[in-house]
């Protein structure tokens, strides 16, 4: 019978889907009877999904333009 | 002559005293590393110990594995340094050439012949069966891997840094070596005698690997050793002005490519500092082997190439049919800068994610934008194609911030464990809303989780951003900072556990908000 510590060791190879399949049981076991662990892994799914989903930290274009123009002018200024 | 510069090291500088003295002259192997004096002190350190004092091998003996073993190595700077040192002790030309060809067919003494053989045979109950039968001690067999493991850094050394021969170089010839006729690894050296539980050597280790790594307890029959190894640690980790520790430490044990480094634009120093950490890491590495003590220190290089050759001797593993920005990099490497300005294009959000995951600041990340891409311009004529152009480009990116981090904020490390980096437990275990999207509009949302992610300290930070956000994969993220795949996948679970802890007083259904209690069971 696993622990929740043993649960939050592996906790981050079974967000990524990168545990074997008897610890994914063993670890689904532990989930079965384990309100906490299970909180943990639902609100970490929701974590990853709504960092995924939603566009965070864009550079808008309007924003990089002139940084892009700025560096192929020393460019091209450093060719010549 | 090496691939890196030399500084002049006044004649008070005790490592150099001590080749003069011991060598007759200083080797150029060292005088390429003056950069860093320091790693050169690390390896006198090593170096006196286990070749210039005598305990239960002699000095011509230990010159005579590493002859053979530079020999086997196909190592030329170190087969000259070598049979040049055996000169100066005595030995004959003819005896040598015997000895490098084929040690068993030479006339060595017995315990000599024995001893090579032992080195040959590393980590199987056959060589250590026949060094007994051949009488040899715990204390011979101790420092013949001692001395395996030094023939390992010197010529992982002197690849690594490109030293020139100091003298005519040797033919390499074609060596003829007793293989092991199995791979029936020893468990554990035999001779292990208990050290006081106060050794310093033993509670800087434990200090600086969390545990005393096997291989060291390993060898408690050399205290004297263990010595040398924690002080050449010591000097090798402590600094931080090339790579910081962690970055070191991750090399001693997981490895890294060097080839792959001047590449990535990390300054001479950095590349001069990771050279000579894989260096000492194949030290440890042959150590470990040769005492069966467990499997701590990696040894990523080869035993053969394992250089950071000229550009034009590079050997080239092209990986251009999966990278998609293959042509367009070859475009600019052909001179035409319009393609550049198509690879910033494409990349500016992920270089942009980069700079700020680890600047905590976007106009600073938007300033250093500018340094990033035009360094990247600057490296791009040696960039072959060993990783995609892309991860290449983010781990240019990351460098540039890591500089502006250090100058702005000295205190604050992307790599150093913070002293609670065990003892995180998650505080919010209240159930989140079945759908905590919809709770927000899209800009709220975004302003919750770009707040929640600049709050996380720098080195979870950028892990998040890179893998989650820019959606790289757990390799290239590793590749691109520079890290071990274990400390990637630490950080990002850290890092996604503390936005979530973060994120979760947004997300709990009001009614059902309780006091925080941890994870207990």
């Known amino acids: ?80 | 002559m090496s691939y890196f510069g030399e500084v002049a090291l006044g004649s008070s500088f005790q490592p150099f005293a001590t080749f003069q003295e011991q060598f007759g002259f200083v080797p150029k192997l060292f005088r390429a590393q003056t950069l860093l004096p320091r790693v050169i002190q690390a390896e006198c350190a090593l170096i006196s110990a286990i070749l210039f004092t005598d305990k239960a091998l002699v000095h011509t003996q230990k010159e005579c594995i590493l002859l053979v073993l530079a020999a086997a190595q196909q190592n030329a700077y170190c087969l000259t340094l070598h049979y040049q040192m055996l000169k100066l002790l005595g030995v004959a030309e003819q005896r040598l050439n015997r000895i490098v060809t084929d040690y068993r067919q030479a006339d060595l003494s017995p315990a000599t012949s024995a001893l090579l053989t032992l080195v040959f045979k590393l980590g199987t109950k056959e060589a250590l069966q026949e060094a007994s039968e051949r009488g040899l001690n715990d204390e011979s067999i101790l420092e013949a891997i001692l001395i395996a493991g030094l023939s390992r850094l010197l010529c992982t050394l002197s690849t690594g840094v490109g030293a020139v021969p100091d003298f005519a170089p040797r033919p390499i010839p074609s060596v003829q070596v007793p293989l092991a006729d199995s791979d029936n690894s020893i468990e554990f050296f035999r001779s292990t005698p208990k050290l006081p539980e106060d050794f310093a050597p033993m509670l800087f280790l434990r200090n600086e690997f969390g545990s005393v790594p096997k291989v060291f307890s390993a060898q408690t029959l050399r205290p004297d050793i263990l010595q040398a190894e924690a002080d050449a640690l010591r000097y090798l980790l402590l600094s931080e002005d090339a790579l910081s520790r962690a970055q070191k430490r991750d090399i001693l044990l997981a490895g890294t490519d060097l080839e792959t480094l001047r590449e990535r634009g990390l300054t001479e120093n950095q590349v001069l500092e990771a050279v000579v950490t894989t260096s000492f890491a194949a030290f440890f590495n042959v150590l470990q082997t040769g005492l069966g003590a467990g499997s701590d220190f990696a040894a990523k290089m080869p035993t053969k190439n394992a250089h950071l050759s000229a550009p034009e001797q590079r050997q080239t593993t092209v990986t251009t049919s999966v990278d998609p920005d293959a042509e367009c990099v070859a475009r600019v490497q052909g001179g035409d800068l319009n393609a550049f300005e198509e690879l910033m294009n494409r990349h500016s959000q992920r270089v942009y994610r980069t700079l700020v995951g680890i600047l905590g600041n976007p106009d600073e990340a938007r300033d250093a934008m500018q340094d990033a891409f035009l360094k990247a311009f600057q490296h791009l004529a040696g960039f072959q194609g060993r990783s995609k152009f892309s991860t290449w480009l983010v781990s240019i990116a990351s460098n540039t911030a890591i500089q502006r981090l250090r100058e702005r904020k000295p205190m604050e490390s992307l790599d150093e464990s913070a002293p609670d980096e065990e003892g995180f437990r998650p505080r919010q275990i209240q159930a989140w809303t079945d759908d905590p999207e919809q709770l927000y509009s899209q800009a709220e949302m975004r302003s919750l989780i770009e707040n929640g992610v600049m709050k996380l300290p720098v080195k979870y930070r950028v892990v998040l951003m890179l893998r989650d956000i820019e959606q790289l994969g757990i390799e290239e993220a590793a590749s691109a900072l520079g890290l071990g795949i274990p400390a990637i996948k630490a950080r990002l679970l850290r890092g996604r556990l503390m936005l979530r802890e973060a994120l979760a007083p947004h997300f709990i259904p009001s009614g059902n908000k309780r006091s925080a209690q941890g994870v207990t069971n």
């Open chain 1, 1 to 80: 019978m696993i622990t929740c510590a043993d649960f939050m060791a592996e906790i981050g190879n079974y967000l990524e889907g990168d545990v074997a399949d008897e610890v994914r049981h063993q670890l689904e076991q532990h989930l079965s009877h384990c309100q906490t662990c299970t909180v943990l892994v639902d609100s970490s799914r929701k974590t990853l999904k709504i960092v995924t989903d939603t566009g965070t930290f864009d550079l808008p274009e309007s924003t990089f333009r002139p940084i892009a123009e700025k560096i192929m002018a020393r460019i091209r200024s450093g060719e010549k």
